[in-house]
Structures are given as structure tokens and as C-alpha cells.
């Protein structure tokens, strides 16, 4: 696998592949066999694109299009021997070629693929796609059998499927790639969802949940928990019954990540009150209002909250503006 010392995400157009001199310039920046393709409209008006991720020891790619046909491995030379493990949601048919085996991957449906060898993939509706793209001696040795899960379709509903689609995003954020440690714990969580998605049963598979299904565990509780600061019902009890964990677990989760729930979540409305106090956009908002906003019920403690973690007053941080 290439790896590239700027971890910049690549941002690319089915133009680019149609005109050599920026396919030239992609390939000769960026991992050789994401972008080691041809790609063949099926419709009139073709729109395709596509965002590629570089950690140390994964790739994360990202596309989305109207109907086309992409040949990956167009130049053999540009090959190397790593897995790709693609997820596919394609209103309509999405048929892949690979290792003499054709078949259909079904809405939200994955398969691992070998980048040695060619594969046609055709889709037959708007489709979106994620891939990971792992090296051989990082997944193998912990996958066991090759052959039983090259072109195997893994079914939409499995959990560790789920966990892995959820995790991505995490792992592909700007402050997870700005730091080489967090990203390369990252790839690795990322093997080890690809790993447990394929075969829970593999060698590595208790390995990998000590490692990749904790964290992503981890990252979606506290996606939900960005995502719904203001309700009053952000509890372990909401928690427990929206990821189906236990109480217990959830906050092992916390407390392996050196917190709580509970005050990761005060941490979380408190940022984000800082935040909104410190804006233009907020500022015909009254300091009450702005803490009721964020998920506090009782403005003396979220003064004493802010002052404690801030060292300054909600009114201080208001006059900052």
C-alpha cells in the first residue's frame, strides 16, 4: 500500500478520469489503486465523484454517481496485494466482476475484494459506495481463510456492518487525521470491524472487539449525544435502550476514554454554549436561553458548570464576541 506523508483527503469529478493529465496527476499523488480505474457512463448526462482518505495503514474512499461501469486494476502495473472491503447502497442493481465470479451486491450489502486482480463493477442506479482498503499482512493473518471471504456478500443487517459505516466518519475526521498516533489507532479499528463484519468466528475476531468494536461503539454514542444535546431525555437508560448495551457497558466505554457519560455530555453542552455566546449568530439570544438551548435546565448550575470549566462567566464569554 502507498502511503503519502499529506494526509489532505483527495476530492475528485468522473472528469478527472476522463482527462489523462489529472488522472495522471491523481495516481501519481494518491493510493494507486483507488483510482487505478476507467469508468464508463451508462446515461447521457453522467455525475460521478468521489473523496478518498489516506490513514497509516488505510484507505477510505468515498463515491457517489449515476449509473457507470468502472473497471478497477485498468493498469496492471499499478497493482499491489491489498484487500478492499466495499459497502454499496444503490437504488438499483449494482453487479460486481471479480476472480471469475459475477454477482449482485443488494442495497447496504458489502463484500471484500482482492486488489491484485480486476474487478468490473456496474451500477444500474444512483449509487453511493464506501470502501476500505486494508494491506494484506494486516488483515490476513487475522482473517484466516481467504478464499471463503473474497466475494462474499455480508448482509445490510450485520452489526459489525452497521458499527463500521457508523465508525467511518470518526476515523476520516480532519482531527483524527491531523494526528499520525489517533490516525493509525484509527486504521486499525477500522481492520477490525472489516474483520469481525467478514467472520466473528476469525482468529482475530476477540482482538478485534476489544479494539474496533469498542471504539466504534464509543464514537456513535457520542455522535448521538452531539446530535441531540438539547433533549432532556440524554440519558444512560436512552442510551442502553438505543444501542442495545448495558448500562455497565456504556460506561466502561466512558471510563476507558478517561470520562463518564454524564460528564461528557455536560462537556458537550457546555462547548457548545461557549460557542453560541461567543457568535454574532446568537447574539439576539439571552444567556438563558441559550443554556436552556443547549440542554440545561437550571441556569444557577449551568453558571457554576461554565465557571468551572472555563474560568469565566457566561456573561465574560458573551463580551468576547
Not at 100 to 117: E, I, M, P, T, V
Amino acid at each position: 500500500m502507498q502511503q503519502d506523508t499529506d494526509c489532505q483527503p483527495i476530492h475528485y469529478t468522473l472528469a478527472d478520469f476522463a482527462d489523462e493529465a489529472s488522472h495522471a496527476a491523481l495516481l501519481s499523488k494518491y493510493d494507486k489503486c483507488a483510482l487505478n480505474a476507467d469508468a464508463e457512463a451508462l446515461v447521457e448526462l453522467p455525475r460521478a465523484s468521489g473523496s478518498i482518505y489516506q490513514l497509516p495503514g488505510a484507505v477510505v474512499s468515498k463515491s457517489q454517481g449515476t449509473p457507470t461501469r468502472a473497471r478497477l486494476l485498468a493498469d496492471p502495473d499499478r497493482a499491489d496485494d491489498d484487500f478492499a472491503f466495499a459497502l454499496v447502497e444503490c437504488r438499483g442493481r449494482f453487479e460486481i466482476g471479480h476472480c471469475g465470479k459475477s454477482y449482485d451486491l443488494g442495497y447496504g450489502q458489502a463484500a471484500l475484494h482482492r486488489c491484485d486482480a480486476p474487478l468490473e463493477a456496474t451500477n444500474y442506479g444512483f449509487s453511493r459506495s464506501l470502501c476500505v482498503k486494508l494491506p494484506r499482512d494486516m488483515l490476513l493473518p487475522m482473517l484466516g481463510n481467504q478464499r471463503d471471504a473474497i466475494n462474499r456478500p455480508i448482509d445490510s443487517a450485520n452489526p459489525a456492518l452497521w458499527m463500521l459505516r457508523s465508525y467511518i466518519p470518526t476515523a476520516v475526521h480532519k482531527t483524527t487525521l491531523s494526528d499520525p498516533a489517533t490516525a493509525k489507532l484509527a486504521a486499525e479499528h477500522l481492520r477490525d470491524l472489516v474483520l469481525l463484519a467478514l467472520d466473528h468466528r476469525a482468529p482475530g475476531a476477540d482482538m478485534a472487539r476489544e479494539g474496533g468494536l469498542k471504539a466504534a461503539r464509543l464514537a456513535a454514542i457520542k455522535a448521538w449525544i452531539e446530535a441531540n444535546l438539547a433533549e432532556n431525555d440524554l440519558t444512560l437508560d436512552e442510551a442502553e435502550a438505543l444501542f442495545g448495551l448495558s448500562r455497565r457497558t456504556i460506561q466502561g466505554l466512558f471510563e476507558e476514554a478517561d470520562t463518564s457519560f454524564t460528564a461528557f455530555v455536560r462537556g458537550q453542552r457546555l462547548k457548545k454554549a461557549k460557542d453560541w455566546l461567543m457568535s454574532w449568530d446568537r447574539a439576539h439570544l439571552s444567556i438563558s436561553e441559550i443554556a436552556y438551548d443547549v440542554g440545561f435546565g437550571d441556569l444557577s448550575y449551568f453558571n457554576r458548570c461554565f465557571r468551572k470549566q472555563f474560568g469565566m462567566t457566561p456573561g465574560d464569554a458573551r463580551r468576547m464576541q
